[in-house]
């Protein structure tokens, strides 16, 4: 826009280094501006170069009487302004004798063809500008094909990246250059340190991700309620089986075990210990060991392996508890099993 201006200025200012002190014959008022385009300021020029080109007194006459006191050319939001006091002294002359040994009307004639030439010049876009839109138009047509689909510029995360690596760089070359480093060197050890910045961040936030991710693994530990003894656990069993789950029955059934273990001194009490765990404190020559490792086993493949349970597991469990000595070999488990 500023350039456009520029151009505006420079196009009428000849009129400016063209001008003198003229003056109209007495008696003549002089017009208003008038406010015209810049065709309209070119065919204004035009009408009076034709008009000083002949001898027809009579529109020499109407063109002076009718003439603004200067033109007013608005373009592109910009105004420029030509005087026509000296356009109004050669009608004057013109007016009495003939036009062609008139000094004035020869300035008017060529400073009209001055001007008109420079208006004509400036409608029509210069050879850079058709020249730039030319680039821009086969540009436009070359970035629509199909291997372009789908670019585009850098995203916020791009520009937010890129000037925290700027700020990084920027002050680590500060604590470099106190030390007697080649640019090279300094440059190394500098991408060294952010390298390792931006691992050291996508580690912190990976594991972030899955630390509060949905836990799909196995959770070995804390598998039982606090606070039971083992003869709460062996009723909470019996009660399971007699409404005919014996997933539920199994479970409550090795935490018996587990609890009648932890009471009889034969385990720590520690209920967030995996099974295996408390399988390994169990010393291998305890009569104990056989039927925990069994339960355990059964356990563990019913409610984390989750096998479905059946009646033949439940009386398998039921056998591995009188052995823990959690019911005696004539006490039944559930009538019926």
């Known amino acids: 826009m500023i350039a456009y201006a520029l151009r505006l200025t420079a196009l009428f200012s000849i009129s400016i280094v063209f001008c003198a002190d003229f003056y109209a014959r007495p008696g003549d008022s002089p017009r208003a501006g008038r ?11 035009e009408e009076s170069s034709s008009v000083l080109a002949g001898i027809n007194r009579a529109a020499i006459h109407n063109l002076r009487t009718e003439l603004p006191t200067e033109w007013i050319i608005q373009s592109g939001g910009h105004e420029s302004r030509v005087k026509t006091d000296w356009l109004a002294t050669a009608l004057a002359e013109a007016e009495t004798g003939p036009p062609g040994d008139k000094i004035a009307v020869q300035q008017a004639k060529q400073r009209l063809a001055l001007l008109r030439e420079a208006a004509e010049g400036f409608s029509k ?17 070359i970035l629509s094909a199909r291997e372009f689909e789908g670019l585009h510029g850098p995203s916020w995360f791009d520009t937010l990246k890129a000037r925290i690596y700027n700020w990084i760089g920027k002050h680590l070359q500060k604590i470099l250059g106190r030390f007697s480093l080649s640019s090279t060197a300094s440059n190394i050890i500098v991408w060294i340190l952010i390298s390792v910045a931006a691992l050291l961040l996508a580690y912190a936030t990976v594991k972030g991700l899955l630390r509060t991710a949905p836990q799909s693994q196995i959770d070995l530990r804390g598998a039982s309620a606090g606070g039971w003894g083992w003869r709460d656990w062996l009723r909470s069993a019996r009660a399971a089986a007699e409404r005919g789950d014996h997933r539920e029955a199994i479970h409550a059934a090795y935490w018996a075990g587990i609890a009648r273990l932890e ?49 033949g597991d439940w009386s398998d469990v039921v056998q591995q508890l ?9 006490t039944p488990a559930i009538a019926g099993s």
């Open 35 to 45: 406010v015209l385009t810049i065709q309209g300021y070119i065919s204004a020029l």
């Open 125 to 141: 876009p210069s050879p850079e500008a058709l020249a730039a839109g030319q680039s821009r138009a086969q540009l436009d047509q």
């Open 263 to 311: 009471e009889t001194h034969l385990l720590p009490e520690d209920r967030s210990r995996t099974p295996r765990e408390s399988l390994r404190l169990v010393k291998r020559d305890s009569a104990v060991f056989l039927p925990l490792t069994r339960l355990t086993s059964r356990f563990e493949l019913i409610w984390y392996g989750l096998h479905p349970a059946t009646p």
């Open 322 to 330: 009188e052995e823990l000595g959690c019911l005696r070999p004539s």
